[in-house]
C-alpha cells in the first residue's frame, strides 16, 4: 500500500550541502581536464583545440550527469525519511530508488582514457610552450 505524501521542503543544510557537493565534481572534473591538457602539451600535439573542445563536452556532461544524480539521491532520501516517520511506510520498500546512470559513467570514463591515450600519443618536446 502506497501512502499520499507531500514533497519535503528543501532545508538549508541540504542546499548547502548539494552546493558544496557540486563544487567539488566541478573542481575534480577541472582537475582531470587539467591533468589532460598538461600531458597534450608536454608531448607537443598539434591539435590541443580539438582535443580541449572534446574535453569541454566530455566534462560538462560529466559534471551534469554526477550532480543530477546526486540530486536525485538527496531528494529520495529525504523524501523516504518522510514516509518512514510516518509510520505507515515500510523502511525496506526502496522499489522507487533513483539508478545511477552507471552505463553513462562508464563510457565517460572510456572517453576520457580515449582522449588521455591520443593526448599522450607523440614525441616529447624538450621545452614547454
Known sequence: MFVASAPVPVSSDSN???VLVSAGVVLGVGL????LVQVARS???????????????????TAGS???SVM?????????????????YD????????KLPI???????A?????????AVGKPTTALR
Open 16 to 18: 548547502v550541502t548539494l
Open 32 to 35: 582531470m581536464g587539467l591533468i
Open 43 to 61: 608531448r607537443g600535439r598539434q591539435k590541443r583545440d580539438v582535443l580541449i573542445a572534446v574535453l569541454v563536452i566530455w566534462g560538462l556532461l
Open 66 to 68: 554526477i550532480s543530477v
Open 72 to 88: 536525485q539521491q538527496m531528494d529520495w532520501s529525504a523524501t523516504l525519511q518522510q514516509r518512514i516517520s510516518s509510520g505507515y
Open 91 to 98: 523502511p525496506n520498500n526502496v522499489s522507487d530508488q533513483p
Open 103 to 109: 552505463p553513462l559513467w562508464c563510457g565517460l570514463g
Open 111 to 119: 572517453a576520457y582514457a580515449g582522449m588521455m591515450l591520443w593526448a
